[in-house]
């Protein structure tokens, strides 16, 4: 075996990590806090749900949305083996080919999210998917795709110096728009990213979100795609086991309690399992911890050795609340074949019908053998009053958050006469684990939010690795191409820290690939490339020109 290296956290991130070191011949151990592998992206059973014995209702951290643009966690996919998968469990994406945009005013606006046989021009595509049926103007419209326009034809660079610092408010300029764009353009990005429009930075919000539409005009498959089964089973699961089979040490309910710095280098880190405590020790250490976890990790001999490890303090104010609950239905009711977005609901919600995509999942299995049906709802603002609590959802009761969070999903859907959504039909419900009741204020705690990408934070950001020469970090707050904290950007910022380490170890295996993102190719480079000349010139971008051209 090679060198050692000691893995702190066995999400996302932890797991690509030890899939690409223990493949280039490391000797890698994990140690994952909880007792379910995978952190955010993991199932987690309805305890005491199943009957007879049958396995418990299964539930999750928030339902799993894999859009088109991900590169880095399907590569790392299609490299876990799963039965007679040609592609290992990256197989088991299912293309979801509607979304739905759900308003209290009138019925839900669906749309194709694929167009499998012809490219047609993209502005008239674009319109086209929202067809003026939401109460935006024709003028407006047009404002919104100009300024998608410009994020798309902008070189990296601008992106990155200029739009970081620009919130996604000022950049499409809501204050001067009507409260219906607003809805759908400001409201979207509070789904998307669980940002608040006015402090939400444009090249994050304003380059994923141009990159998802574009995915939905460009042939060749969905913008969207959904796991085929409970994300462990299909997923995290045969992933563990692969790397187990390659040699990983993978440790549950094992917590990292600190890390020792000494004369500049982790010397340790000190574990606790099962009620003992332990220092483990490795060549080379990756933190793959959340930001708010590893800014607490940090000692001052750490900082004193690398100073830009006292951003992590700032940057873990910039978290957010982003939880699911789940809906068993008695009956199945499945209301588009995708997600559907939910764009005036107070609590910013979006849900998807599980089973349509779950074709070999037996229901029959799972709890008291009575459940036929799952919805899946995230909650994106934890902040705004409900419609009929009056309260936000960090100052309901668990009891309440499921009623108001029913009532919010039954304004969008039942309406004009038609009922989607009965209350008769609820079984049984589960409210994502990390939100921890009670507490001393009587408010509860999130235990796994989720980082934002607000203005003025991207300096905040580390790289993978650090002035300390045998730390890495591996985590979505990490700067990277798809500067978005989801399962692609922890996976990308594995892979930059596993690279970093092969550096430093001076070993001759390959690098893992890192791809770029949000380059709309092939059509856009020479409008990318022009704006590229500008800005190095010091000019803004120049909306005449690409107008003329466009």
């Known amino acids: 075996m090679g060198k050692k290296v000691v893995i702190l956290g066995g999400g996302v991130a932890g797991l690509s990590a030890a899939h690409e070191l223990a493949e280039r011949g490391f000797d890698v151990t994990v140690y994952e806090l909880r007792r379910i592998a995978g952190g955010k992206a993991r199932s987690i059973p309805v305890p005491g749900s199943g009957k007879q014995g049958r396995k418990d209702l299964p539930g999750e951290h928030g339902f799993r949305f894999f859009p088109r643009f991900y590169k880095h966690i399907i590569d790392t996919m299609e490299r876990i083996p799963y039965g007679n998968n040609p592609k290992g469990v990256a197989d088991n994406l299912v293309e979801g080919t509607r979304l739905g945009l759900a308003r209290t005013d009138g019925p839900p606006v669906e749309f194709l999210t694929e167009f499998p046989t012809s490219l047609k021009d993209l502005r008239a595509l674009l319109k086209s998917l929202f067809d003026n049926r939401l109460g935006v103007s024709e003028r407006e419209f047009e404002h919104f795709l100009d300024r998608i326009w410009q994020v798309m034809t902008s070189c990296n660079e601008r992106r990155t110096e200029e739009y970081q610092d620009i919130p996604w408010w000022d950049f499409i300029d809501a204050e001067r728009q009507s409260e219906a764009f607003r809805r759908v353009f400001t409201g979207m990005t509070r789904i998307l990213v669980a940002a608040k429009a006015r402090e939400a930075n444009t090249a994050t919000v304003g380059s994923v979100g141009a990159q998802i539409l574009a995915d939905m005009v460009v042939p060749g498959g969905?913008?969207?795609?959904?796991?085929?089964?409970?994300?462990?089973?299909?997923?995290?699961?045969?992933?563990?086991?692969?790397?187990?089979?390659?040699?990983?040490d993978y440790h549950k309910n094992a917590r990292v309690e600190r890390i020792e710095c000494n004369d500049g280098i982790i010397t340790g880190a000190i574990v606790t399992k099962n009620g003992e405590t332990f220092e483990v020790k490795g060549d080379y250490y990756i933190a793959a911890f959340p930001v708010e976890v590893m800014?607490?990790?940090?000692?001052?001999?750490m900082a004193a050795t690398d100073p830009s490890l006292n951003n992590l303090k700032k940057l873990a104010e910039s978290v957010d609340w982003m939880n699911g609950i789940q809906f068993y239905l008695k009956e199945d009711v499945t209301i588009i074949h995708g997600h559907i977005i939910y764009i005036d609901s107070p609590w910013a919600l979006t849900s998807v019908s599980q089973r349509q995509f779950w074709p070999r999942f037996d229901f029959s299995e799972y709890g008291?053998?009575?459940?036929?049906?799952?919805?899946?709802?995230?909650?994106?603002?934890?902040e705004k009053p409900g419609i009929l609590y009056g309260k936000s959802a960090r100052h309901c009761s668990p009891e309440e958050i499921r009623d108001e969070v029913w009532a919010q999903l039954k304004a969008g859907l039942n309406v004009e006469g038609k009922v989607v959504l009965e209350d008769s039909n609820i079984h049984s419900w589960y409210l994502d684990e990390d939100i921890h009741y009670p507490n001393p204020d009587g408010l509860p705690v999130n235990l796994e939010p989720l980082l934002v990408n607000k203005v003025y934070t991207w300096d905040w950001r580390p790289h993978a690795y650090t002035a300390i020469p045998n730390l890495f970090l591996a985590s979505d707050y990490v700067k990277t191409n798809t500067d978005l904290a989801t399962m692609e950007g922890a996976n990308e910022a594995a892979r930059r820290a596993v690279n970093a380490i092969l550096h430093a170890s001076g070993?001759?295996?390959?690098?893992?690939?890192?791809?770029?993102?949000?380059?709309?190719?092939?059509?856009?480079?020479?409008?990318?490339?022009?704006?590229?000349?500008?800005?190095r010139r010091g000019l803004p971008w120049n909306g005449k020109m690409i107008a003329s051209l466009g």
């Open 295 to 301: 800014a607490e990790m940090v000692t001052p001999e």
């Open 368 to 382: 008291d053998g009575q459940v036929k049906g799952i919805l899946s709802v995230d909650i994106s603002d934890w």
């Open 507 to 535: 070993s001759r295996a390959k690098r893992c690939k890192i791809w770029d993102m949000y380059q709309f190719e092939p059509f856009l480079f020479l409008y990318r490339e022009h704006d590229e000349f500008r800005f």
């Open 222 to 248: 969905s913008a969207s795609r959904i796991l085929n089964g409970p994300t462990n089973e299909v997923w995290i699961d045969p992933w563990v086991e692969y790397l187990r089979q390659i040699g990983v």
